[in-house]
Structure formats: C-alpha cells, structure tokens
C-alpha cells in the first residue's frame, strides 16, 4: 500500500525565512511524486510532478527535489500570498491507459508566512 | 486558464437522501476522477473513469457511490442513502493523460453536509 507522510504539519514563517517541507514516501514503483497547494475551502492547485530521484522543479520562490525516498519543497524568501497548505502526493507506476491512476495524499503541512 | 467546474458548492442533505454532484471536466481531458477530502484529514481516492467505464476505484467507493457522464461534457457523482459519514469535500478531477506533466486539475468542490 502506497504510503505518504509530510512534516511537519504546520509551519510558521517570517516574511523572507526560507525553509523546506518533507515528503516522505513507500510506494510500490514510482510513476511521479506530485506537490499541489491547497487554500482554504478550494481544490487542489498543482505545481510540480517528479519523476526520478535526482530531479530539481522550479517555479517562483519555490523549489521540489526528489530522493528514492522522499521529496523537499524549498520555500525561498516566502511572501505572506505563499500561505496555504502544501500537499504532497505519489501515483504508482502500475499505470496503462485504461488502468487507474490514483493519488495518494499526505496529510499536508499547512504553511503561515507573517508580514 | 481552462478549469473544472462543480456545482453546488454546497449540499446539506438528509441523511438518507440521494445526491447527485456535478462536474465540468476540462474539454479535451480523457481521465476524470472523484476523490474526497473529509474535514480535517487528507484528500482520499474515490474513483477514476475512462472512455465510459471505471478505471479504478477504492475500498470507499463501494455499491452506495456511482458515476456517470451522462453527456459529452458532464461528469456526475452520485451517493445513494447518504450518511452522516459522508459529509465531506468533493472534488473533481481530469487529466489529459493518467500520468503527465501537468497533474490532475482540481475543481474547488462540493461541500457536501449530511444531517
């Protein structure tokens, strides 16, 4: 059974203190490890997948890097608008075209960066 | 930017009751996908679906749940006899391809409230 645990679960920040979230993960053959952000009361918003261990994703203040076990998501100066809860999650590589494809979710670190 | 729509946004209903929720997967999307999200814990698998039939399903998704795309542009959810333990987020998803670059977009989902 795919497995994902995020710590921590909560974060408090200074506008500007860069830090990292962990995502550690089982999973029986990874296809792709994804990060999404969530705010409150919406859906999911997706911002990198990777694929192997090794592989650096980036996008604005924030950075995902990926180990045969676990993923980081660096946050780099962080701005108050960076506030919401990052989720990590993992799909199996067991995946053909018409066979599912599902994503196991960790519980989340919720993220508050103060002005 | 395209998106997934779900409509309601909220639901109260009895328990009991049958509720059908509804979403508007992205246009030239293929996957499409349900998953829940109960308060305060993580975002959990329901069911995926491909050229008109289940793909996969979890051990949530049993005899009480059903979906359908009953046009070329809806994608429904339907939970017979609700219980109180079905209150939760719902959200709908679709991808181009069931694994990829670009993730699963996420609709912001249908609060669902049983009394």
């Known amino acids: 059974e795919d497995q994902v645990t995020q710590s921590p679960e909560a974060l408090r920040l200074q506008e500007g203190e860069s830090s990292s979230l962990n995502c550690s993960y089982t999973v029986s053959g990874l296809r792709g490890l994804f990060w999404y952000r969530q705010d409150p009361g919406k859906g999911p918003e997706f911002l990198f997948t990777l694929y192997s261990a090794g592989e650096e994703k980036e996008k604005e203040r924030l950075k995902a890097t990926l180990t045969k076990k676990e993923s980081f998501l660096h946050i780099t100066a962080p701005k108050p608008e960076d506030s919401a809860t990052y989720l990590c999650?993992?799909?199996?590589?067991?995946?053909?075209?018409?066979?599912?494809?599902?994503?196991?979710f960790g519980e989340g670190t919720q993220l508050t960066v103060n002005p | 930017e395209p998106e997934v729509t779900q409509t309601p946004s909220h639901q109260v209903t009895q328990m009991g009751q049958e509720v059908i929720l509804r979403c508007v997967p992205i246009s030239n999307h293929l996957y499409f996908y349900w998953y829940r999200q109960i308060l305060g814990q993580k975002v959990e698998f329901l069911v995926s679906f491909y050229n008109n039939e289940i793909s996969e399903k979890s051990e949530i998704f049993d005899d009480q749940f059903s979906v359908e795309r009953p046009d070329g542009s809806n994608f429904t959810l339907k939970i017979r006899s609700t219980k109180l333990e079905d209150s939760a987020m719902y959200f709908c998803?679709?991808?181009?391809?069931?694994?990829?670059?670009?993730?699963?977009?996420f609709g912001s989902g249908t609060r669902l409230t049983v009394v």
């Open positions: 998803a679709s991808s181009e391809a069931p694994g990829g670059n670009y993730g699963y977009t």
């Open positions: 999650a993992v799909q199996s590589s067991y995946i053909t075209e018409t066979s599912g494809s599902r994503l196991t």
